[in-house]
């Protein structure tokens, strides 16, 4: 049977992204952010995962404001890098699992848990910064996606513990699958930064730690935390963090914290990442 053997969230920064591209992480202001996913990158390497669940969100690059889906997922074959207004990235298409997708589509729409499902889709920087992020430049991606898109953009957006049930639906569907698969859940946005307004460039380090302990020590605080907590704690954009809750439902009641990173600043958010996995049963 398939199962879920671990999650993980880390913030999207298209700059980020642009440092791998450019092969600039090496350089000072870019060596101690990607020294905090080296951990990451080994332990992958031997988790060897064949999927992942990657909940993340569209920027306006494959959806607009003509079409807005709450929950979306990804049954193709492949995703195309998105063109993001400069040219798609330089990264590979990212390879899908539509066998799964389509099964945990139909499970979770009937567990009452109504999915989009999208049979084409390009993949923008929220799908495919964490991908290089734990995969560094490559030729071709080492494992198979399934994404979740999720509306973070335009209001009303989902709430916390909408989110966090999602992802315990998520987790009975992979539990039903009936091929043997480890599959990892991740999501990834946040942490705390605003982009327009007066308060632009909003930073809540504090919040932003609370959080991160609170995935493992109180989730269900996390579930019912409202939208202008998140706003007004994390920012406008912070919000993305409601995207770790799906993850964190995914993975069942307990978990343990295997590694964490923080840092200000990576361009003008707060970078986060967490790696947590499954207390008890696998
Ligand atoms: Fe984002």
Redesign the pocket.
């Known amino acids: 049977m398939a199962r879920i053997s671990a999650g993980l969230a880390t913030s ?1 920064v298209p700059a980020m992204g642009a440092a791998v591209d450019l092969d600039r992480t090496a350089e000072d202001y870019w060596r101690p952010v990607f020294a905090g996913y080296e951990w990451t990158r080994a332990w992958i390497a031997e988790a060897k995962p064949d999927v992942i669940v990657l909940a993340y ?1 569209d ?1 306006a690059s494959n959806f607009s404001l003509d079409l807005i889906p709450t929950f979306a997922i990804g049954c193709a074959e492949e995703f195309p890098p998105a063109d993001e207004g400069f040219g798609a990235r330089p990264v590979p298409t990212v390879p899908g699992h539509p066998d799964l997708a389509w099964h945990i589509a139909q499970s979770a729409i009937l567990d009452e848990f109504d999915l989009t499902i999208v049979n084409r889709m390009d993949v923008d920087h ?1 799908l495919t910064v964490p991908l290089s992020m734990m995969f560094g430049r490559t030729e071709r991606w080492p494992v198979r996606v399934i994404p979740i898109a999720v509306n973070v953009i335009q209001y009303p957006l989902p709430t916390s513990n909408r989110c966090f049930s999602f992802g315990e639906a998520i987790r009975r569907a992979v539990a039903s699958y009936d091929k043997d698969l480890n599959v990892q859940i991740w999501g990834t ?1 946040g942490m705390s930064h605003q982009l327009h307004g007066a308060r632009a460039g909003l930073i809540n380090r504090e919040f932003d730690e609370g959080f991160l302990d609170r995935l493992t020590s109180d989730p269900s605080a996390l579930r019912k935390m409202p939208h202008l907590e998140l706003l007004r704690e994390a920012g406008t ?1 912070g919000i ?1 963090m409601v995207m770790w809750l799906i993850m964190r439902g995914a993975l069942g009641p307990s978990v343990v914290e295997r590694h964490r990173f923080y840092h200000v600043p990576a361009s003008n958010t707060a970078v986060g990442h967490i790696v947590l996995e499954p207390a008890g049963e696998l």
């Open positions: 999207h969100n920027h929220g946005g954009e993305e």
